[in-house]
């Protein structure tokens, strides 16, 4: 700490000083607007009231026996899960492997590069990738004699089109969080092993992977904040269809907020949306208990 | 597992994957190079033989990337600039200065990074309304400048600083903004980097805040009149599209390859990581 530097009143004064400036963009854009959004999701506001009127938990009520709102949650759930996991996945197999061989930068550099594509510009790739006469994608399926696919214009695959794209963008940043980590692990820890008699998946299994516990957390609630942004890739790729088939909940409470103007019901739609994320992240915590307390200090 | 077979394997599964994410790259350069007679031609998906500039020429004639450019770069920076300059120095309170409840106030930074403000749209256009900032540069800035994100590493990287360095600076009588200029943020340049980088790739590519909070070109910023651009083209001219899609990408690329290695040994042993 900073001794004998401002004694007294003096410290709290600059503390004051340093701390508000950001205190103050935190408040207005973060805290009144969760606040706010809680307090209108109880009232009924759109372009044919004049005034907001208030109506209680009715605005949570329709939307529990709407059909359209299961599905877009369905889909948020799915796009999640599938998003993360394989992510996860991809992210830890290939620290490991770039970890162990020569040419890091090179690997290193050009599976993180995706990454770096605006996911405006991410859109319009993989709208092209996934076109069905010419697209790259379907001309390679082709090739090999296998059955082309709809991707983006049919219900049954227009999410899983966006999830494929989400995954090759990520993986590669994920994997650098997870090539830190490794960086942590001690080569002792792997030496004894070895004089163990482990074997390469066993030295992984039982060394690697525990330890980059924290790492993992780390990826896993960045992933998860991820899922509940992917406005963008939904609205050039497919505006959430066919149908609801790739709405997610960002895109469904966009629709009602801005094409609909039904700022109530937008502003339930972002309480849930709000609670949702709470109710994970603290859930993600939970489940690393301790690792984290270390790692946050 | 060293044996010769076992690094063959993964040699070949890292080169595959590398192919896997280089390929979109390579059709999207050589799309935007072929004239449109090219591009439906049998060889399309191989390099045009005879590259052409003009639907760069037809994307810029089209609508305004310039301008798009212009206020990308504002935008930007501005969100950059003010950021660091509200948030170093929280962070070096919470950092070097002990007071009451200073964790419960870290906690609201802390919770700011789990709630992104594409979640917040709704409650922060109706904030920006009230303002009468809509349709400004402003309202593309003002929003992201609390950075909880920014706060954290920055907290992380000025506890590491030793106290004997702080101590003696102390002595030379330095005050509090002597301190942070002259020892704290010098010795957090790789952080203070990898967070530029970070937020200017997260900024160039926001997208559902300036589609709710601009009607104009003249305010629009690159990502946003991509999206314009491709609803109002008709039909798929694909050299034309990718063309756009080029040039809002080319200068994170560059920026990017540039600065790769780097940005990569500051990211992983700066407090970026799990």
Not at chain 1, 8 to 18: D, E, N, P, Q, V
Not at chain 1, 176 to 197: C, E, H, K, M, T
Not at chain 1, 261 to 284: C, E, R, Y
Not at chain 2, 8 to 36: E, R
């Amino acid at each position: 700490m900073i001794p004998g530097l401002t004694p007294g009143r003096h410290k709290y004064l600059t503390i004051a000083l340093f701390l508000l400036p950001s205190l103050a963009f935190l408040g207005l854009f973060t805290y009144y607007p969760i606040i706010s959004s809680f307090y209108l999701s109880f009232f009924r506001s759109d372009p044919f009231t004049v005034k907001p009127i208030f109506v209680g938990l009715q605005n949570y009520i329709e939307f529990i026996h709407n059909p359209v709102f299961w599905q877009v949650i369905t889909n948020n759930v799915i796009f999640a899960v599938a998003t993360i996991l394989p992510t996860m996945l991809l992210a830890l197999c290939f620290a490991i492997l770039i970890d162990e061989v020569a040419l890091k930068s090179f690997f290193r550099g050009s599976l993180f590069l995706p990454k770096v594509v605006p996911y405006a510009a991410l859109a319009m790739i993989w709208v092209f990738l996934y076109e069905p006469n010419i697209g790259p994608i379907n001309r390679f399926l082709d090739l090999l004699g296998l059955p082309t696919i709809g991707w983006l214009g049919s219900s049954q695959s227009s999410l899983l089109a966006i999830i494929i794209s989400m995954i090759w963008r990520n993986f590669g940043y994920y994997m650098l969080i997870y090539l830190a980590g490794l960086q942590n692990i001690s080569r002792d820890l792997y030496d004894s092993a070895r004089v163990d008699g482990a074997s390469w998946l066993n030295r992984h299994l039982h060394v690697t992977i525990p330890l980059l516990g924290p790492s993992t957390l780390f990826v896993f609630v960045v992933s998860i904040i991820q899922s509940f942004k992917a406005f963008t890739q939904v609205q050039l790729m497919t505006r959430g269809g066919p149908g609801y088939s790739s709405s997610i909940l960002i895109y469904y409470t966009y629709e009602f907020a801005f094409k609909f103007w039904k700022m109530g019901k937008a502003s339930t739609l972002t309480s849930i949306m709000i609670l949702m994320l709470i109710f994970l992240v603290i859930l993600a915590f939970g489940f690393y208990g301790r690792r984290i307390t270390y790692e946050m200090k | 597992m060293f044996t010769r077979a076992g690094k063959w394997v993964k040699y070949t599964i890292l080169t595959i994957a590398s192919l896997i994410t280089l390929v979109p790259f390579y059709f999207t350069a050589i799309m935007a190079f072929k004239a449109p007679k090219q591009i439906l031609s049998g060889r399309y998906l191989l390099p045009p033989l005879h590259p052409t500039v003009d639907n760069f020429l037809r994307v810029f004639g089209a609508a305004p990337f310039l301008t798009y450019l212009l206020n990308t770069i504002i935008v930007v920076t501005g969100i950059l600039a003010l950021q660091l300059l509200v948030i170093i120095p929280a962070a070096y309170v919470f950092a070097r200065i002990d007071f009451p409840f200073s964790g419960a106030i870290f906690g609201l930074y802390v919770i700011q990074i789990m709630l992104p403000l594409q979640a917040l749209i709704v409650p922060n256009y109706r904030v920006i309304n009230t303002l009468g900032l809509v349709n400004t540069r402003l309202a593309l800035i003002l929003p992201f400048v609390g950075s909880g994100y920014c706060a954290f590493l920055l907290r992380q990287t000025f506890k590491q600083v030793p106290q004997s360095l702080v101590d003696s600076a102390v002595i030379d009588g330095c005050t509090h903004f002597g301190l942070i200029r002259h020892v704290f943020l010098p010795l957090a340049k790789p952080t203070l980097a990898v967070f530029a980088l970070i937020s200017v790739a997260t900024h160039w590519n926001d997208y559902l805040w300036p589609l709710i909070i601009t009607d104009n070109d003249s305010v629009r910023t690159l990502t946003i009149g991509l999206g314009m651009f491709v609803q109002h083209q008709s039909g798929a001219d694909w050299g034309l599209l990718m063309a756009g899609t080029l040039f809002i990408t080319g200068p994170l690329v560059l920026l990017f390859l540039l600065v790769q290695r780097s940005f990569i040994e500051s990211f992983m042993s700066s407090g970026i990581k799990g």
